[in-house]
């Protein structure tokens, strides 16, 4: 599965942000979708998973009540609403898509390019 992240943008801390992930393939229902981020210097990182049918999603506690993931099926998407945006917000963030149900970089074997989110505060 190829995918294509967009929405990344520049903006002021307390702001929101949708970010869009649009995989190719005809089986997107059948994987399991993340978003990861990965900030100047530091390692990937969790930020939010969401099961293929949509019904369960997991969060990092340093988004929780913030941010939330969703996906629609039939466009082959899913999507990270991001709202109260701080400046630790600010990375590239990464959707990725996997068979198993985790929070860990190396669970997800198919990754997005990346886009960038800046908050300014």
């Known amino acids: 599965v190829q995918l294509q992240a967009s929405g990344g943008g520049l903006v002021q801390a307390g702001g929101s942000l949708r970010l869009s992930c649009t995989a190719s393939g005809r089986t997107f229902s059948s994987y399991i979708m993340a978003w990861f981020r990965q900030a100047p210097g530091k390692e990937r990182e969790f930020v939010a998973t969401?099961?293929?049918?949509?019904?369960?999603?997991d969060y990092a506690d340093s988004v929780k009540g913030r941010f939330t993931i969703s996906r629609d099926n039939a466009r082959n998407s899913v999507f990270l609403q991001m709202n109260s945006l701080k400046s630790e917000d600010t990375a590239v963030y990464y959707c990725?898509?996997?068979?198993?149900?985790?929070?860990?970089?190396?669970?997800?074997?198919?990754w997005g390019q990346g886009t960038q989110v800046t908050v300014s505060s």
């Open positions: 990725a898509a996997g068979r198993a149900w985790n929070t860990g970089v190396a669970g997800y074997p198919y």
């Open positions: 969401i099961s293929g049918g949509g019904i369960t999603a």
